[in-house]
């Protein structure tokens, strides 16, 4: 039945059409043919007048899919947007109707129905098509903490896709601070620990935790239940028999848990873990804040490495730079677009031959699962059990990060997936894995060294990426330094000879900020595929800015969500019918030894040129100048170090 005395604005119906809504679907008219039951029964009694009858916003857009709710209140005029009657005013308008969801005024049936809804509200008042002619607002409740929550960064209506993504960003916004929250707090308790034993600790303490449930071996997991009552003594015996039938029971094979028992040995000679309750104190952090983050929605569809957060956290706070051993965590949406860079299918068997705490592995495994469920197959449960148990394949060899990488997958649903304390490079133990696995495809984010010399053997990135593509059949994927891809011409040359590179995109220079200031790019190639020079072009792509922006203490976020509009276009720029414009994107054709990078491609754009830009520009040449002749190119320095070293070599070089 259609409401009379809706303010609906023209300016708000040409951008939603202009955003490729349906308007209709936005038009209260229809409100009782689109609404769900539940939703008509809160609004049964939503009326402004408090009279207890029916009340509408002035448009409401629901996808029950997704579970997705937009109430709009709309005014013709800016001074009616701020007014405190909710009869007149825009955004105490639309907050009386929110409030009607929030948990304190629903029954315990509909408190239970909206827990997994997304709740927005939108107060518009004025022209939307003037810029200085309207203001707008936008508003999500908290069911848990009962309460309405202003969404600054949000400044105009979005299409559905940017709204959703703005709920799983506030999900990885929550899931971030909880983090870094015990992460400091269990890292505080711990001071007594060296700071590298802590991590491992960590994984351990939340194997400890995980309920294993009747199964082959009719083992139950019963001390989560108890250990508040254990002395410090029985927790620190219990937890490394606990951890070990655990993971038996989950598969893990019995040498990788002589892994785990080296890593723990320290727990027996602990005086002060073994007098006081610092391990109970963490273990129920971990049972109230961090556990439950890998049971919610959220944990569910996220590619978002929780442990790996922590073990960055961890060291972050203890005063020990991962980025100093070469360790860089990968983010989540670059796990994530990997496995969209190629065309993976159901029975593709994923590789990461240095896979950290297993980021790479999560996110094939999730881009596998998810096409599978979306899939008509009957198989669907087997199937997804099979990519589990038998298509992912990792490599860590510091035991440290292994350990992460396999407490990660276990807590995924995965505790069964073949992840090895190797070196994927040399270890021959490594290469009969990777013989009988016969993976399809790879994923890496090697270890940033570049050494490899008689003086210092570290593989070099190169290395890892001759390694992962001569084991991989379709494809492999690589993200490393910039270097990667104009040093070391003869083996680059030799790469060709047997596989065909695809595309190179380079990224942010900001991408792994603030824990490193590398510059990268990723490389996508179809393996076992000789490359043509004559005929063979390749795709580069700039990706100067993928939306994300440094938050103080969250690191890198999207909170504007702008990534999902930036990833969907770079991958319609890497579609054979795309247009190149030559500055951002190139496709050509190249020469032996010829860099693999955007930059011996591209023209310059010298439209956007000014004075900074040219001061920018003399200035990071001295940089380079300065990094290159200290042979410090590939060396990870913080800005303070890095600010020393530079000012020392052009006050020793200087003419005075």
């Known amino acids: 039945m259609p409401i009379k005395d809706k303010n609906i604005t023209p300016s708000v119906t040409q951008k939603l059409q202009s955003l490729g809504y349906n308007v209709a679907d936005w038009d209260d008219s229809r409100s009782e043919s689109k609404l769900t039951a539940e939703i008509t029964a809160v609004l049964a009694s939503a009326s402004k007048k408090s009279n207890g009858r029916q009340g509408f916003p002035d448009r409401i857009y629901v996808n029950t899919h997704e579970k997705l709710l937009i109430l709009v209140e709309e005014k013709p005029v800016v001074k009616d947007h701020d007014n405190p009657d909710i009869e007149k005013g825009a955004i105490s308008g639309v907050k009386w109707y929110l409030s009607r969801f929030l948990n304190i005024n629903l029954s315990t049936q509909l ?4 827990d997994n809804w997304k709740i927005l509200g939108i107060a518009v008042s004025g022209d939307l098509s003037l810029d200085y002619q309207h203001k707008f607002n936008c508003y999500i409740i908290s069911l848990k903490e009962e309460k309405i929550i202003s969404l600054n960064q949000v400044t105009n209506f ?9 709920f799983n960003s506030l999900d990885e916004e929550k899931a971030v601070a909880v983090i870094s929250s015990s992460s400091k707090k269990i890292n505080n308790l711990l001071r007594s620990v060296d700071s590298q034993k802590r991590p491992v600790l ?6 400890y935790l995980h309920r294993v449930r009747q199964n082959s071996e009719n083992y139950t997991n019963d001390f989560p239940d108890h250990y508040k009552t254990y002395q410090p003594a029985t927790i620190i015996t219990n937890i490394l028999d606990t951890v070990k039938k655990v993971l038996k029971v989950e598969g893990i094979p019995d040498e990788k848990l002589q892994t785990l028992s080296t890593e723990l ?13 610092i391990l109970k104190d963490i273990l129920i952090e971990l049972e109230t804040a961090v556990i439950p983050l890998f049971n919610n929605q959220f944990a569910t569809n996220s590619n978002y490495d929780i442990i790996g957060k922590f073990y960055e956290e961890f060291l972050k706070y203890a005063g020990v730079s991962n980025v100093k051993k070469g360790i860089v965590l990968t983010p989540r949406h670059i796990t994530t677009l990997f496995t969209k860079l190629i065309d993976l299918k159901d029975n593709d068997k994923i590789v990461d031959i240095c896979c950290g705490t297993g980021a790479f592995l999560i996110a094939g495994m999730n881009a596998l699962t998810n096409k599978i469920g979306n899939s008509s197959r009957s198989d669907k449960d087997d199937a997804i059990k099979k990519v589990k148990e038998e298509q992912l394949l990792g490599f860590e060899l510091n035991p440290t990060m ?6 990660n997958m276990l807590f995924r649903g995965d505790g069964k997936s073949s992840i090895f304390n190797y070196d994927s490079i040399s270890n021959p133990k490594a290469q009969e894995e990777l013989n009988r696995f016969q993976a399809t495809v790879g994923f890496i984010n090697p270890p940033y060294s570049g050494k490899e010399n008689k003086d210092d053997p570290t593989p070099k990135e190169i290395t890892f990426l001759v390694k992962l593509l001569d084991n991989c059949s379709r494809y492999g994927v690589i993200i490393a ?10 083996i680059r040359t030799a790469i060709l000879e047997r596989h065909t590179l695809k595309y190179v995109i380079n990224m942010p220079g900001d991408l792994f900020q603030p824990n490193a200031s590398t510059h990268t790019a990723i490389a996508v190639f179809e393996t076992h595929r000789k490359f043509d020079y004559a005929n063979d072009e390749i795709t580069f792509y700039d990706l100067r800015d993928d939306g994300f922006v440094l938050a103080k203490n969250k690191g890198r976020t999207d909170i504007y969500g702008r990534w999902s509009n930036i990833e969907k276009q770079l991958l319609n720029a890497l579609k054979p019918t795309s247009v190149p414009d030559d500055i951002t994107l190139v496709r050509t054709n190249i020469n032996k030894k010829d860099e693999w990078t955007i930059y011996a491609h591209s023209k310059t754009d010298y439209s956007t040129l000014c004075e900074e830009d040219f001061i920018k520009s003399i200035s990071d040449y001295m940089i380079f100048q300065a990094k290159r002749d200290l042979d410090i190119l590939d060396v990870d320095l913080t800005e303070t170090e890095l600010l020393g070293a530079i000012s020392s070599y052009y006050e020793n070089n200087s003419d005075e």
Request: aromatic share 12%.
């Open 111 to 114: 408190k239970k129905v909206f």
């Open 158 to 166: 979005m299409t559905e896709e940017q709204f959703l993504a703005l």
């Open 202 to 207: 960590l994984s351990a303490l939340m194997i």
């Open 265 to 277: 040995a320290f727990l027996s000679t602990d005086q002060t873990l073994n007098s006081t309750s």
């Open 402 to 407: 292994y350990i992460c990488a396999i407490s």
């Open 481 to 490: 330094p910039l270097s990667t891809y104009f040093k070391d011409d003869n």
